[in-house]
């Protein structure tokens, strides 16, 4: 039997993250990977899915030094970011919150910034194990090594601590918090992938060269119908771009108000189209009258998990507590700190498990939920709050929100500007939806924006 101070279950950001501050604050500590192939990585490796765009100020979220990371893993510095209706569109050029990052955020090659990671939790002296699936997680309060982890493998590993960092998905850790939920309660009830997961697809493209805008990351909003649900395109290396989409699980025609005013779908639709079929609608929408989509956009099949696509949940929950009474902290995607709102939420999921592992290596793992809120918390709840108000948004709502802020954002596009009699309309507007997101925010104040909370969990 294997005994360690911290086991980490899970070894994507959040995982690899916790396991490198595990290390580097003296405990035995290592990471369990099941390991997914792709087509741009010779190994396995976590399941390195995403639309991988980083904000200046997510870098610091992050506590990273944005010097340190490689020049392999920025695929393109951005300058700008295109938020495009159905017949209105905005251009913004900060995010408008102070951040160390000299530019307005950067594409980067998700695979490879897993890898960096990586190798910073063996350099700490970490196991990094792949191809390790663990089935369950048993805990015995009583116990020193509390906690049982069941290998498919058939071996079983003993922690002290243990850190669920298994993302949207959350095999492991719904049944290892199930342990701790009151009788007739669930972990599921919160967190089930099906009901409060989002489905993200994206498939790489190379494009013409006279459209591919290289420094500019790209939001459909209105396009599509669903929560939180529109295309993007991201620029990757030389002339390649992702292009892809995301939307709720389960959603179907029949659950659309007004088909019609939605530019990506046909009157003869019998049903919602796939996503694949929704992104040759957008290209046709954007570039169809100048080329032949899958001529002059081809798919480049050797990127991506396979075949040039991939599709990777995104949790679209608010966050949970963690029980650390039980010597558990949760982090990353699987807590339900990403977000379908901002399209996931890597710098979100490395700083909680940065937090959870070293409060784990330090035996202050009761500490968690106070730490990762004081991090994260500002940045949790700026999303949570403009998620409810744009939760009932249609392509009119949208098309009025660009408007308006075409018309208060400085000639530069970096902020807004002063109030003209041209712009007082949209300004009143402005300072009612002002109005609303701050009451939204006050009413998840002190926390209030958490599912579950330690309180509530039974030893």
């Known amino acids: 039997m294997e005994r360690f101070d911290v086991a980490i279950v899970g070894g994507g950001p959040a995982g690899m993250a916790a396991g490198e501050q595990a290390g580097k604050h003296g405990a035995s500590a290592v990471v369990l990977e099941k390991g997914v192939p792709r087509e741009d990585r010779e190994f396995l490796g976590p399941d390195s899915t995403d639309a991988a765009g980083m ?11 944005y010097e340190d990371i490689p020049d392999e893993v920025v695929l393109q510095v951005l300058d700008s970011a295109d938020f495009i209706g159905p017949h209105e569109a905005v251009t913004l050029r900060g995010t408008g919150i102070d951040a160390s990052y000299p530019n307005m955020g950067f594409t980067f090659f998700r695979a490879r910034m897993d890898d960096w990671l990586r190798e910073r939790v063996e350099d700490a002296g970490t196991e990094y194990r792949v191809g390790v699936g663990v089935k369950a997680v048993e805990t015995n309060l009583d116990a020193e090594y509390r906690h049982a982890l069941r290998l498919a493998d ?3 590993i003993e922690a002290k601590y243990l850190v669920l960092a298994d993302g949207p ?3 492991v850790t719904l049944g290892a918090l199930d342990q701790f939920m009151p009788e007739g309660s669930s972990t599921s009830d919160y967190l089930s992938p099906p009901e409060v997961n989002h489905i993200a697809y994206q498939e790489y493209r190379e494009f013409p060269e006279e459209v591919f805008e290289k420094s500019a990351i790209k939001f459909w909003w209105g396009v599509i119908p669903g929560e939180t649900a529109y295309p993007w395109v991201f620029p990757n290396d030389g002339t390649v771009a992702r292009v892809g ?3 709720p699980i389960g959603m179907t025609l029949e659950d659309v108000d007004d088909p019609d005013s939605y530019d990506l779908l046909r009157p003869d639709d019998e049903g919602l189209p796939r996503p694949n079929e929704y992104i040759r609608r957008l290209l046709e929408r954007e570039y169809g009258d100048e080329y032949d989509i899958e001529e002059d956009f081809p798919l480049v099949e050797d990127r991506g998990k396979s075949n040039g696509t991939e599709t990777y949940p995104i949790s679209s929950t608010r966050p949970i507590e963690s029980p650390v009474g039980a010597g558990i902290a949760v982090a990353g995607g699987a807590m339900g700190t990403t977000s379908a709102f901002h399209e996931g939420g890597y710098h979100v999921a490395v700083r909680s498990g940065k937090i959870a592992g070293k409060l784990a290596a330090t035996d202050d793992i009761e500490s968690y939920n106070d730490e990762w809120k004081d991090a994260i918390g ?3 709840l700026r999303n949570i709050a403009f998620a409810d108000i744009v939760e009932e948004y249609g392509p009119d709502d949208w098309d009025k929100a660009f408007s308006m802020v075409n018309k208060l954002l400085n000639d530069d596009g970096t902020g807004i500007g002063k109030l003209d009699s041209s712009s007082l309309s949209s300004g009143v ?3 009612r939806l002002m109005a609303q997101y701050k009451k939204t925010k006050f009413g998840y104040r002190n926390g209030k924006y958490v599912q579950v909370t330690e309180d509530e969990y039974t030893y």
């Not at 904000?55 to 030094?65: A, G, K, T, V």
Request: no cysteine; aromatic share 8%.
């Open 55 to 65: 904000l200046d100020y997510w870098i610091d979220i992050m506590d990273e030094d």
């Open 154 to 156: 058939g071996e079983d």
């Open 169 to 171: 998905q959350r095999q």
């Open 245 to 247: 989409l995301t939307m």
């Open 378 to 380: 500002d940045e949790l």
């Open 429 to 431: 507007r402005a300072g």
